[in-house]
């Protein structure tokens, strides 16, 4: 079964425009990963958050994590269109070593 | 070095076959990965290597499937008898350590297609 689940399943924007994926997950991890996919590719990482941080940057992206509500967003300031791919959150249940991923946010940005 | 490479890309087969998919690991990398993926779906776990020895094989449906990796260092994953449904992308991954803290680092994938 799915630990993480990436919510909207499909985010169509234009370049320029900001765009905001969320993850919500059920178990308490240690730690969450955003990985990006272009199609027919393999996953590149992008960046780690730990469970007891809140937010992270780097360059146009800020993940933030709350481990209350079990949840996590990417946002992506400034969309260009080479940030078409999709977006999986992998979490890291405590007790595992193997990373978990959701179903994806499928992410279209328009010229 | 070069990164995880994965061959080969596309592998067409007949139902009933047998096929093996390969994987060469960052070099250094004690920690191997094999995911399924589904169209529209995230990675699926399968089995994971912690230097030669596979440390986890839950994730691997039935007895058809099988992987190995006698160095340490590249992997193969051995589908007997192949049904329509293997048909997927399957990918590999590798990482300096164990816990879910260290970044995987993935190849491109080889897409299977069981006619």
């Known amino acids: 079964s799915q630990q993480g689940e990436e919510d909207p399943q499909a985010l169509s924007i234009q370049e320029g425009e900001n765009a905001t994926m969320n993850c919500s997950y059920k178990?308490?991890?240690?730690?969450l990963q955003w990985y990006r996919q272009n199609s027919g590719r393999g996953l590149v990482h992008l960046i780690l958050?730990?469970?007891?941080?809140r937010e992270k940057h780097s360059g146009r992206l800020r993940v933030t994590l709350d481990t209350s509500k079990k949840s996590s967003s990417l946002l992506i300031t400034a969309s260009r269109a080479a940030d078409t791919a999709s977006y999986f959150c992998a979490t890291d249940v405590r007790g595992s070593y193997i990373p978990t991923f959701g179903r994806g946010t499928s992410l279209i940005v328009h010229p | 070095g070069a990164g995880v490479s994965q061959t080969p890309s596309n592998k067409v087969t007949e139902k009933g076959k047998y096929v093996e998919l390969r994987c060469d690991p960052i070099?250094?990398?004690?920690?191997l990965y094999w995911y399924r993926q589904s169209l529209g779906q995230g990675p699926e776990f399968l089995i994971y290597f912690q230097g030669t020895g596979a440390a986890d094989d839950s994730g691997l449906p039935n007895d058809r499937f099988f992987a190995v990796r006698p160095e340490g260092s590249v992997s193969t994953l051995k589908i007997q008898r192949t049904e329509r449904g293997d048909s997927a992308m399957y990918l590999c991954a590798s990482s300096t350590g164990t816990s879910g803290r260290n970044e995987q680092f993935f190849g491109p994938g080889t897409r299977l297609t069981v006619l």
């Open positions: 070099s250094g990398h004690t920690a």
């Open positions: 958050i730990r469970s007891n941080e």
């Open positions: 178990t308490s991890i240690n730690n």
